[in-house]
């Protein structure tokens, strides 16, 4: 069996069956960023979180601990973190971490941790920062707030 096939169009295709070019951009996003679990893509698919359990609200816990833990040491700006979590996955919003050198930073180092600990995914989302809408009668609510870049750690 031959790794790379010509089409009938003409085109190179992986034995995957895949446009062999999409197969080396992939493998080069691969090399480049040194992790397959923290390969980039444009647009991270955000991953199911499943129903709540103690055991997703522990873990929650470790994970938002952790994080606050490596944004003390690599930030030096206001910030703020929330998680929430399911049997699946563990979502973070990071807030006012508007540095996109830290970005890559932190998510390497919980992917360290989440390998030793053996959590489960984690989706990572920085936000430039938190936007609340004041509807005039003494609630609040959630307003629009910018993505900056999302993380996949699987």
């Given at each position: 069996?031959k790794?790379?096939?010509?089409?009938?169009?003409?085109?190179?295709?992986?034995?995957?069956?895949?446009?062999?070019h999409l197969v080396?951009?992939?493998?080069?996003?691969?090399?480049?960023?040194?992790n397959?679990?923290?390969a980039?893509?444009?647009?991270?698919k955000?991953?199911q979180?499943?129903?709540?359990?103690a055991?997703?609200?522990?873990?929650r816990?470790a994970?938002?601990?952790?994080t606050?833990?490596?944004?003390?040491?690599?930030?030096?700006?206001?910030?703020?973190?929330?998680?929430?979590?399911?049997e699946?996955?563990?979502?973070?919003?990071?807030?006012?971490?508007?540095?996109?050198?830290?970005?890559?930073?932190?998510?390497?180092r919980?992917?360290e941790?989440k390998?030793?600990?053996?959590?489960?995914?984690?989706y990572?989302?920085?936000?430039?920062?938190?936007?609340?809408?004041?509807?005039?009668?003494?609630n609040s609510?959630?307003?629009?707030?910018r993505?900056?870049?999302?993380?996949?750690?699987e």
């Amino acid at each position: 069996m031959k790794s790379v096939q010509k089409s009938n169009r003409g085109s190179h295709q992986a034995a995957c069956g895949k446009p062999l070019h999409l197969v080396l951009i992939a493998a080069l996003s691969l090399t480049l960023t040194g992790n397959p679990a923290l390969a980039e893509t444009a647009e991270v698919k955000k991953p199911q979180m499943g129903f709540k359990s103690a055991a997703s609200n522990e873990e929650r816990r470790a994970v938002f601990g952790f994080t606050k833990l490596i944004l003390d040491d690599l930030s030096d700006t206001g910030f703020k973190v929330g998680a929430n979590a399911g049997e699946n996955s563990i979502w973070l919003y990071i807030y006012g971490v508007n540095d996109s050198a830290i970005w890559p930073k932190v998510a390497e180092r919980l992917a360290e941790e989440k390998k030793k600990q053996g959590w489960r995914t984690i989706y990572i989302q920085f936000f430039e920062k938190e936007v609340w809408e004041d509807l005039g009668n003494g609630n609040s609510r959630r307003g629009e707030e910018r993505l900056l870049k999302a993380f996949l750690l699987e």
